[in-house]
């Protein structure tokens, strides 16, 4: 696979993502969830592109159906714009997120911010770069000089009962936290060190596929709420952050 030409191909998205128009033609999908004409179009462009690149691919993709998924075979595994809700309130961190999903493996992905031009991206055992520079994880030691992500799982609000006492704890412990709404962002922020770990409830596939592969190569850990693997296929709660923080941020969940 050509990684370079799939890399170019996101960045060609930019011209749907900028159009004003369409990011303000908005469908509610469900309660908080919303879908833009520039979801829809950047995903039909993608898929388009990429039944052309690799035909034998299946493209896995937040605004479609995606039923009857084999593990066994492989998955492009697109989030045409992760933070929607950003890109309708111009608040300008919505990415595109396309990762390769093979035997079982993430063995590519991307990010691509068009806002702020950044292009995070991975090949599996080959390191994680932003925009063609290495990346690695803070490796801060103190717990308490750490930068926290939180995903604040704004479809289901009943749960905020119970989410956010373990977001007072986290902070009462750190030195402070941060929420972008793209868990495809926060994955990346973590790999450059920005923050020192993020976790988040109940995410989609399509929001942590290409940032998993990322922050991994960039020295993270990623795991589920409960320390196993992450499934790639299906829904999970995610917990990702340096080694250094990894068991004190898990002892929260
Ligand atoms: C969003 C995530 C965000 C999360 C939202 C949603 P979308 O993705 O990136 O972190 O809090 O629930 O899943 O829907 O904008 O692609």
């Known amino acids: 696979m050509n990684y370079e030409k799939i890399i170019e191909l996101v960045h060609s998205t930019k011209k749907i993502i900028m159009d004003q128009e369409m990011a303000h033609d908005v469908t509610i999908k469900g309660a908080a969830d919303y879908v833009t004409k520039v979801d829809v179009a950047v995903q039909e462009y993608l898929r388009h ?24 075979k ?10 929607t809700t ?12 396309l990762a390769l999903y093979v035997d079982g493996k ?6 691509y911010n068009p806002f702020t031009e950044e292009t995070f991206h991975a090949v599996r055992t080959q390191g994680a770069f932003l925009n063609g520079r290495s990346i690695h994880v803070s490796h801060r030691e103190s717990f308490a000089d750490c930068i926290i992500s939180l995903g604040s ?6 749960k905020a009962k119970w989410l956010f006492p ?15 709404a793209s868990a495809a962002l926060d994955l990346c922020y973590t ?7 993020y976790f988040e409830y109940n995410l989609k596939p399509w929001d942590y596929a290409a940032g998993s592969l990322i922050v991994k190569e960039a020295g993270g850990i990623i795991t589920d709420w409960n320390g196993r693997e992450v499934p ?13 923080i990894y068991e004190k941020l898990k002892a929260f969940l």
Not at 74 to 83: A, E, F, K, N, V
Not at 106 to 111: A, Y
Not at 167 to 177: G, I, L
């Open 191 to 197: 790999a450059t060190g920005r923050v020192d770990g």
């Open 49 to 72: 592109e990429l039944e052309k690149i690799s035909p034998e691919v299946i493209l896995l993709a937040e605004e479609q159906e995606n039923n009857n998924l084999d593990k066994t």
């Open 106 to 111: 993430i063995i590519f992905g991307v990010v």
């Open 232 to 244: 790639y296929l299906e829904n999970a709660s995610i917990l990702v952050s340096t080694p250094e």
């Open 86 to 97: 950003n890109l309708i309130h111009d608040y300008q961190m919505s990415a595109v997120s």
């Open 153 to 158: 799982c704004p479809y289901e609000k009943d």
């Open 74 to 83: 492989s998955y492009w595994i697109l989030d045409p714009i992760d933070g």
């Open 166 to 180: 373990i977001f007072e704890k986290v902070f009462m412990e750190t030195a402070d936290f941060r929420r972008s």
